[in-house]
Protein backbone atom coordinates (compact mmCIF):
# COMPACT_ATOMS: atom_id res chain seq x y z
CA UNK A 1 0.00 0.00 0.00
CA UNK A 2 1.36 2.94 -1.12
CA UNK A 3 0.95 6.39 1.30
CA UNK A 4 1.70 9.20 -1.50
CA UNK A 5 0.75 10.25 -5.03
CA UNK A 6 3.75 11.23 -7.22
CA UNK A 7 3.43 12.94 -10.50
CA UNK A 8 5.69 14.55 -12.87
CA UNK A 9 7.78 12.52 -14.44
CA UNK A 10 8.15 11.57 -18.02
CA UNK A 11 10.76 11.15 -20.97
CA UNK A 12 13.18 14.54 -20.79
CA UNK A 13 16.60 15.52 -23.31
CA UNK A 14 20.02 15.96 -21.38
CA UNK A 15 19.96 19.47 -20.27
CA UNK A 16 16.52 19.61 -19.56
CA UNK A 17 14.43 19.88 -16.67
CA UNK A 18 11.53 18.72 -14.74
CA UNK A 19 9.54 19.18 -11.51
CA UNK A 20 8.32 15.92 -9.33
CA UNK A 21 5.35 16.56 -7.31
CA UNK A 22 4.54 14.53 -4.21
CA UNK A 23 1.88 14.57 -1.68
CA UNK A 24 -0.15 12.16 1.13
CA UNK A 25 -2.89 10.05 -0.55
CA UNK A 26 -5.93 11.53 1.45
CA UNK A 27 -4.39 11.94 5.13
CA UNK A 28 -1.90 14.66 6.78
CA UNK A 29 0.97 13.46 7.57
CA UNK A 30 3.36 14.49 10.28
CA UNK A 31 6.86 13.40 9.66
CA UNK A 32 10.26 14.26 10.67
CA UNK A 33 12.48 14.04 7.19
CA UNK A 34 10.59 13.62 3.76
CA UNK A 35 12.55 13.66 0.22
CA UNK A 36 13.16 11.51 -3.02
CA UNK A 37 14.77 8.50 -3.58
CA UNK A 38 15.54 6.81 -6.81
CA UNK A 39 16.57 3.31 -8.28
CA UNK A 40 18.39 3.01 -11.81
CA UNK A 41 17.72 -0.71 -13.28
CA UNK A 42 20.08 -2.72 -11.75
CA UNK A 43 21.12 -1.03 -9.22
CA UNK A 44 20.31 0.17 -5.45
CA UNK A 45 17.72 2.41 -4.28
CA UNK A 46 19.57 5.90 -3.18
CA UNK A 47 18.92 9.26 -1.72
CA UNK A 48 18.72 11.93 -3.79
CA UNK A 49 17.70 14.88 -1.91
CA UNK A 50 15.69 15.29 1.61
CA UNK A 51 15.05 17.68 4.20
CA UNK A 52 13.91 17.71 7.68
CA UNK A 53 10.77 18.78 9.04
CA UNK A 54 12.27 22.02 10.52
CA UNK A 55 13.97 22.71 6.81
CA UNK A 56 17.55 23.45 8.92
CA UNK A 57 18.66 20.45 7.66
CA UNK A 58 18.75 18.98 4.24
CA UNK A 59 21.06 16.24 3.02
CA UNK A 60 22.19 16.36 -1.18
CA UNK A 61 23.50 12.97 -2.76
CA UNK A 62 26.84 14.41 -4.33
CA UNK A 63 25.68 13.61 -7.86
CA UNK A 64 22.42 16.07 -7.96
CA UNK A 65 24.34 18.80 -5.94
CA UNK A 66 23.81 22.16 -7.95
CA UNK A 67 21.04 20.46 -10.00
CA UNK A 68 18.35 19.85 -8.05
CA UNK A 69 16.60 21.09 -4.83
CA UNK A 70 13.54 20.31 -2.97
CA UNK A 71 10.97 22.79 -1.62
CA UNK A 72 7.78 22.07 0.07
CA UNK A 73 4.14 23.52 -0.53
CA UNK A 74 2.93 26.24 2.64
CA UNK A 75 1.22 23.72 4.39
CA UNK A 76 4.22 21.30 4.48
CA UNK A 77 2.14 18.47 3.11
CA UNK A 78 3.51 18.42 -0.45
CA UNK A 79 7.46 18.32 -1.17
CA UNK A 80 8.49 19.05 -4.94
CA UNK A 81 11.90 17.94 -6.57
CA UNK A 82 13.28 20.52 -9.14
CA UNK A 83 15.58 18.51 -11.54
CA UNK A 84 17.73 20.88 -14.23
CA UNK A 85 20.39 20.04 -15.93
CA UNK A 86 19.40 16.68 -16.21
CA UNK A 87 21.64 13.70 -17.46
CA UNK A 88 21.49 10.21 -18.54
CA UNK A 89 22.72 9.44 -15.13
CA UNK A 90 19.46 10.61 -13.66
CA UNK A 91 17.54 8.05 -15.53
CA UNK A 92 15.44 6.21 -12.85
CA UNK A 93 12.47 5.84 -11.09
CA UNK A 94 11.62 8.52 -8.31
CA UNK A 95 10.26 7.82 -4.78
CA UNK A 96 9.22 10.32 -2.64
CA UNK A 97 9.22 9.19 1.01
CA UNK A 98 8.99 10.16 4.24
CA UNK A 99 9.87 9.36 7.90
CA UNK A 100 8.03 9.15 11.07
CA UNK A 101 10.27 8.88 13.30
CA UNK A 102 13.26 11.56 13.93
CA UNK A 103 16.29 11.08 12.16
CA UNK A 104 19.28 11.16 13.09
CA UNK A 105 21.63 14.42 11.49
CA UNK A 106 23.89 12.83 8.86
CA UNK A 107 21.20 9.97 8.05
CA UNK A 108 18.49 12.00 5.90
CA UNK A 109 19.61 9.93 2.54
CA UNK A 110 19.17 6.46 4.42
CA UNK A 111 16.94 4.53 2.92
CA UNK A 112 16.03 2.67 6.10
CA UNK A 113 14.94 5.63 8.19
CA UNK A 114 11.50 6.38 5.95
CA UNK A 115 8.69 4.22 6.55
CA UNK A 116 6.31 6.01 4.19
CA UNK A 117 6.83 5.50 0.32
CA UNK A 118 5.13 6.35 -2.87
CA UNK A 119 4.40 4.13 -6.12
CA UNK A 120 7.64 5.85 -7.76
CA UNK A 121 7.38 7.51 -11.05
CA UNK A 122 9.99 6.75 -14.03
CA UNK A 123 11.95 9.73 -15.02
CA UNK A 124 13.95 9.20 -18.47
CA UNK A 125 16.59 11.16 -19.68
CA UNK A 126 17.25 10.36 -23.34
CA UNK A 127 17.99 12.43 -26.81
Known amino acids: QYQFVESGGGLVQPGGSLRLSCAPD????????IGWFRQAPGKEREGVLC????????QYADSVKGRFTISRSADENTVYLHMSSLEPEDTAVYYC????????????????????WGQGTQVTVSS
Open 97 to 116: AAASLPVAPGRLLVVNEYDY
Open 51 to 58: INRSGRST
Open 26 to 33: GFTLDYYA
